[in-house]
């Protein structure tokens, strides 16, 4: 059964060699930022253990890639990362407001596929 996701929305784009990329961009005030930064960790941990070990740019041979950061309102940035050795999500406090994630994913069709069934994402 598909996982249910309830900030982060994609959009989808193709590029010639039929690889595909999702941009979903996420914002949570301080009350909610626990349930953000657990849906980003939820996605990755889903990826790093779907396709270990080939998580990096796809022309080099590999599987899949994903861009993250995340900025309070003011526009400063937070330190994030996802740290592959705990599976965890790991970012810094926002100094002010809402904790605005970005993230992107990019990936071949293999792993297009599985990220579509897993989350139940449109995008062909």
Known sequence: ????LDYLIFDYSEDEDGNGTWDAMASAPAARRDALLAEVQA???????????RCGALEEGNDWDV??????????????R???ATKSLQMAEAASGHTTITLTL????AFADALREQF????D
């Open 1 to 4: 059964m598909p996982q249910v």
């Open 43 to 53: 996605v990755l941990r889903w990826a790093h253990r779907t396709f270990p070990q």
């Open 67 to 80: 861009d993250l950061s995340a900025q309070d309102d003011s526009g400063a940035p937070i330190a994030a």
């Open 82 to 84: 996802f740290d592959e």
């Open 106 to 109: 990019t990936g071949n069709a």
């Open 120 to 123: 139940d994402l449109e995008g």
